[in-house]
């Protein structure tokens, strides 16, 4: 049996995106608050956006409430700094604005799931796919949801962090195959090294929009031991061609 465990942000949908309209809203409120003492919005989307990568160093990922909660933290601070009582409803409103993000509507990449699709429906060798995300675990349910992509994996895990016991544990649980297991994902510090030194093959996809959020945690990259279990595609849609590159046997012609 062949196991696809994949990624679900930035992997099969693109996530960072996402982000960037709340953020515009949230920091829109506070200068409409605060007026002429206010910093422009770059200024305070790059204050939030420090509190989130110390978040996601902390615990891994940003916490549904964490997300617009950090944009309530700058107002305060804000407000401190000019001498400023801060207003509870415009707290709120900051709140309310981010906390929208969580509800809507998800796009999955394209060509994502016409290849889900024929994974799903391949007869060349026997496959189960899992996805296996890290998050909140009400936020990537819906997430998931929402684009209807459960229909394509026979397992989901929302698990909080993704480290080397993550997929030791997934390993154990399925009574998987090291050797016949693929790990799928764009993140090399959170999908690809962990999985790596749990004994899994590994394909990275490539996401220029995620690749920020790896820059600011530090630089990595994957150690000369694990190269041979590793392969790095640029679009979803490829992986077809590695799994039957690795897996199809091909006859040799006389």
């Known amino acids: 049996m062949i196991t696809i465990l994949c990624d679900l942000d930035d992997t099969l949908i693109p996530n960072a995106y996402s982000y960037f309209q709340p953020q515009l809203n949230m920091a829109g409120i506070i200068i409409m608050d605060l007026g002429y ?4 919005p770059e200024t305070i989307i790059g204050r939030a956006t420090k509190l989130q990568v110390e978040e996601i160093a902390r615990v891994g990922f940003i916490a549904k409430h964490n997300f617009p909660l950090s944009y309530v933290d700058v107002y305060k601070q804000l407000c401190e700094e000019i001498g400023r009582v801060p207003n509870i409803k415009v707290e709120s409103a900051i709140f309310m604005a981010g906390i929208k993000y969580f509800l809507q509507n998800y796009i999955v990449y394209p060509g994502v799931l016409d290849t889900l699709y024929k994974l799903k429906t391949q007869q060349k060798y026997p496959l189960q796919m899992i996805i296996v995300t ?3 675990n009400d936020v990537q349910q819906y997430k998931i949801d929402n684009t209807e992509l459960g229909q394509y994996f026979e397992h989901i895990e929302i698990v909080a ?3 080397k016991q993550t997929y030791l544990d997934i390993i154990t649980k399925y009574n998987l195959q090291p050797e016949n297991t693929i790990m799928i994902g764009d993140s090399l ?3 690809i090294i962990p999985a790596l ?3 899994l093959y590994c394909v990275q996809v490539s996401a220029e929009d995620a690749t920020d959020w790896e820059k600011s945690l530090g630089a990595i990259s994957v150690s000369e031991d694990y190269k041979h279990r590793f392969y790095s595609i640029k679009n979803f ?3 077809i061609d590695y799994l039957d590159k690795k897996f199809v046997p091909h006859t040799v012609g006389c």
């Open 237 to 239: 849609t490829e992986i």
């Open 197 to 199: 030194e749990a004994g």
């Open 37 to 40: 003492q206010s910093p422009n």
């Open 134 to 136: 890290r998050g909140d």
């Open 161 to 163: 962090t993704k480290n």
């Open 189 to 191: 510090r959170n999908d």
